[in-house]
C-alpha cells in the first residue's frame, strides 16, 4: 500500500546542481526515518543522506557539504539538494522509508554527470 516516487533527476554538468523529490503515498502513517541511497553500475547500494522527523540529518563522506536532505511532513515529501556535482556522482538515486518498522524503496531516478 505504500509507494514513493522519486523525481528531479537528470543530466547535469560537473559543478551544477540538481534537486530530487521523494514523494510518499498509500498508507504511510508514522513516517520516521527517510533516506536517500544510490547505486551505480557496477557498485554496491550506499547511503547518500538520512533524516528524521526531529531534523536529525547524516550524510554521507564523500558528498558532506555538496548535499542538503529536507522534508515536507504536510506532502509527505523528502528532497535531496546536491550541488557541485561531480561525474562520479552518476547514479540511480533511490529514496528509502521507514515506516511502522518496515523499509520501503522508491524505483529510482537518474542522475548523470557529464559534459
Known amino acids: 500500500q505504500v509507494q514513493l516516487v522519486e523525481s528531479g533527476g537528470g543530466l547535469v554538468q560537473p559543478g551544477g546542481s540538481l534537486r530530487l523529490s521523494c514523494a510518499a503515498s498509500?498508507?504511510?502513517?508514522?513516517?520516521?526515518?527517510m533516506g536517500w541511497y544510490r547505486q551505480a553500475p557496477g557498485k554496491q547500494r550506499e547511503l547518500v543522506a538520512l533524516?528524521?522527523?526531529?531534523?536529525?540529518?547524516d550524510y554521507a563522506n564523500s558528498m558532506k557539504g555538496r548535499v542538503t536532505i529536507s522534508r515536507d511532513i504536510a506532502k509527505n515529501t523528502v528532497y535531496l539538494q546536491m550541488n557541485s556535482l561531480k561525474p562520479d556522482d552518476t547514479a540511480v538515486y533511490y529514496c528509502r522509508a521507514n515506516i511502522r518498522g518496515v523499509f520501503y524503496w522508491g524505483q529510482g531516478t537518474q542522475v548523470t554527470v557529464s559534459s
Open positions: 533524516t528524521t522527523n526531529f531534523g536529525n540529518t
Open positions: 498509500g498508507s504511510i502513517a508514522n513516517i520516521n526515518v
